[in-house]
């Protein structure tokens, strides 16, 4: 539950402009990661994602739902 709303979000959710305005702001900074490259970047020709584009981190809730389903078997070993 602690986690759920963390997993919503990383599911997707409409980027704000303030937010994808400052994410091409800051593009030669992002760019120097690949992997943050890759996320931040995801349109066809390497574009920002547009306001109101659903901003999706499907790696980051899947790891999410890791930590869910490990917990849920601790607590269900008795850890």
């Avoid at 979000?9 to 937010?19: L, S, V």
């Avoid at 702001?25 to 890759?38: C, F, G, L, T, V």
């Amino acid at each position: 539950q602690v986690l759920q709303p963390a997993i919503e979000m990383a599911d997707g959710y409409p980027m704000e402009g303030q937010t994808a305005r400052y994410i091409e702001h800051e593009r030669k900074e992002i760019e120097q990661w690949p992997d943050s490259k890759r996320l931040f970047f995801p349109n066809p020709g390497g574009k920002a994602p547009e306001p109101g584009q659903l901003f999706r981190q499907p790696e980051l809730a899947a790891t999410l739902r890791k930590l869910v389903d490990a917990e849920r078997q601790a607590l269900a070993a008795g850890a």
